[in-house]
């Protein structure tokens, strides 16, 4: 005996197919916007990336995506005390990147491959006749364990000193900015509760305990920092927090900062200073901790060593990248420079990244 279809199965059918006509409908506009973008299609076609890219492009415009995704993150949130892939949720409503918890299986391995690109960019540095000084930005975590629900395991919480060590062995100077924010994290905020950058106040400590270490680098230019201006900040990890807001407040509540500016106070010789070696001979590699305004590292930094400098950094591209940029870029060719003080965050040790060609080695093109 053939199955025979009852009335449900009819009406079930009947349904499909008018959801089916619906989304078809539906979808017409949003295929008819993504041809239009399209200027490659062809090539994408042929390399078979065509269809991912609709994919991605359609994922974005449809409509239940967003309800979708804030449902099941409510159900993460509710069970496991989660949020998106990407941040792990402290206490006090501080967020950490993932990042800082995740080590390398081979950590050794990691850390000497990057030593030999460091150690590689002091011997170019040094063949110009400049001198390479590592600037490690401590981890958030480390410097604000007792907000995280999950403590450091002790191999990371002692990465930072076994990374100086390290230089130091190779002959680097570097700066001991952890002491400095262990010493000083239960006064001020150093990092942004809901950010994975330093605080305005982050990046003053940072400048003047290099400074304070390196005096030898003090110029006789004043310059004078100022505070300007208030800003709220919605920190980079919120973007990981997909569920409502209600379930958690304290992860959303803002953050405020100050903003400053620093300016130069004597203008008589403005004009030569320009032309000048000390407008040359002191250059500050970085990335978004250097390279974002709001944090003033550039003005403090001036502030503190007294004297004017040249930045190159790059935001989310990491300190080998900027790095690449400023060796083949007009102020490490000028033969000026006496000087390159190097923002490296530490987290970039745990990290697994392509290190640009311009640095890379046999042994170091592919970081694990």
Known sequence: ?????????????????????????????????????QTQALSLFLDGKLVRKFEQFYDKQLFLREPSVELWANIQHAIFREGA??????????LFTNQEYLQPRDLDGNLERQLVLIDKVRAQLAQQGARLIVLPVPMKLDTYAAHSTYAPSPRISGLYEQFRQRLRERGIDAVDLRSAYLSAAADEPLFLRNDTHWSPRGAELAARTLAGQFPELIGETPYLTQAVSEKTVTGDLLNYLKFDPRLAPSYFEPVHIQLYETLQQSRDDLAASLFGEEAVSLALVGT????????????????????DLV????EARGPFQSMTEFLAGPAAQSGEL?????????????AQRQIPSALATPETAQLP
């Open 1 to 37: 005996m053939f199955p025979v279809m009852n009335s449900a199965s009819k009406i079930n059918g009947i349904l499909f197919c008018v959801m089916l006509c619906a989304m078809f409908l539906y979808s017409l506009p949003t295929v008819f916007a993504f041809a239009g973008t």
């Open 85 to 94: 892939s990407g941040v792990v949720l402290g206490r006090d409503g501080w």
């Open 288 to 307: 978004s901790y250097t390279r974002i305004d709001d944090w003033n590292f550039v003005g403090f930094l001036k502030e503190a060593l007294q004297r």
């Open 311 to 314: 930045s190159v950094a790059l």
């Open 338 to 350: 006496q000087t390159v003080i190097w923002e490296f965050p530490l987290r970039t040790l745990l």
